[in-house]
């Protein structure tokens, strides 16, 4: 028997992607979604890719999603830590930033208002993190940006392979990384043609939650400096990271290989391509899947990791229910898949 899902915040961008990919989901079956300003509205109304599903938006409040066996909130950031704990359900699964980060400091520096308290955190490829989602019942899924990031740096981190106070990131992102509203008065007014760069000089948000990450896996407690910039471009949905770092002296392109292969060959959303062949968004969209390039400048002493992924998929909605599949001891990849959409 199916379980009953309720996806808030389904008339956005992240929110819909879930309705998307949970309609093929064999053990999870939607039937509630939730909107603010779109309540009301049949959800094909704001979504006409889902035309077919026969559901029409409600309120978002916590009457509204109380009783299902799985909620996923899929609301601005600063709104699902503001249900605390009113949520009457068996898992629910945080798509917003509220329960990311485990320092107050930090939200109140990136995000401010009222902190949240932690949830277990959504990324399985990182060490140990697969296991804390087992059974786990409040999960915060990882931000696009800082999953495309994090998976460049894990393995090098983890095996103490760079100079940590040395990390800079660069990311080509989609619109739709900045949600349903922005996204389209950027595609009427300034994106097309078009890329800038925005949050500038270490403001983005994700920026604590990619260091809090890789003080995770760091093997030793290490300062850890990041500089991250993304670039919007003019695509509806992708992300592709370019991060690069200072090697420690006698590292060789060989042990930053063997790094990445030791930390992911066995993870079943990633992969490392062959030589020569650098990651592409198109060919990930879609897709849960995360396509990753490790390359050494030599003459720099710099590595260099490229990885692409869906913002929409692997840094949003799959991610959610890669999570949720581990927590409800499904097969991880139950409702995804690793195969882009052909152009």
């Known amino acids: 028997m199916s379980l009953r899902v309720a996806v808030a915040g389904a008339s956005g961008y992240a929110g819909g992607e879930l309705v998307r990919l949970l309609a093929g989901h064999p053990e999870l079956d939607v039937v509630t979604v939730t909107a603010n300003s779109n309540a009301g509205k049949p959800l094909d109304s704001v979504h006409p890719h889902l035309s077919g599903l026969g559901l029409t938006l409600r309120e ?151 260091v809090q990450n890789l003080h995770l896996v760091a093997q030793t407690p290490a300062e850890i400096s990041l500089s991250f910039t993304p670039v919007l471009v003019p695509m509806s949905r992708g992300i592709l990271a370019t991060n690069t770092a ?33 990651p592409r968004t198109a060919d990930v969209l879609g897709s849960n899947a995360a396509h990753i390039q490790v390359a050494v400048d030599e003459r720099a002493r710099r590595a260099v990791i490229t990885v692409a992924i869906d913002n929409l998929g692997k840094g949003t909605a799959g991610a959610a229910i890669q999570s949720t599949n581990i927590a409800l001891g499904f097969e991880e990849v139950l409702g995804l898949t690793s195969i882009g959409v052909a152009p």
């Open 246 to 278: 200072t090697l420690r002296d006698g590292v060789t392109s060989e042990n930053i290989q063997s790094a990445f292969r030791e930390t992911f060959s066995h993870q079943r959303f990633i992969t490392l391509l062959p030589e020569g062949q650098q």
């Open 60 to 210: 978002t409040s916590a009457d509204t999603v109380n009783g299902h066996d799985v909620v996923f909130l899929a609301l601005p950031h600063g709104t699902s830590g503001q249900f605390g704990d009113a949520i009457d359900a068996g898992l629910v699964v945080d798509c917003g930033a509220d329960h990311r980060l485990t320092s107050e400091h930090d939200w109140a520096d990136y995000y401010g208002g009222d902190y949240s308290t932690p949830w277990v955190y959504g990324m399985p490829e990182l060490a140990h993190q697969r296991e804390l989602l087992r059974d786990a019942t409040r999960i915060a899924v990882p931000g696009c940006n800082a999953t495309a990031v994090t998976l460049g740096y894990a393995p090098l981190v983890q095996h103490d392979l760079i100079e940590m106070t040395d990390l800079v990131s660069v990311l080509a992102v989609g619109v739709s990384g900045a949600g349903r509203r922005a996204s389209e008065e950027l595609l009427a007014s300034e994106i097309l043609g078009n890329a800038t760069a925005y949050a500038v000089g270490g403001t983005h948000r994700h920026n604590p939650e990619i």
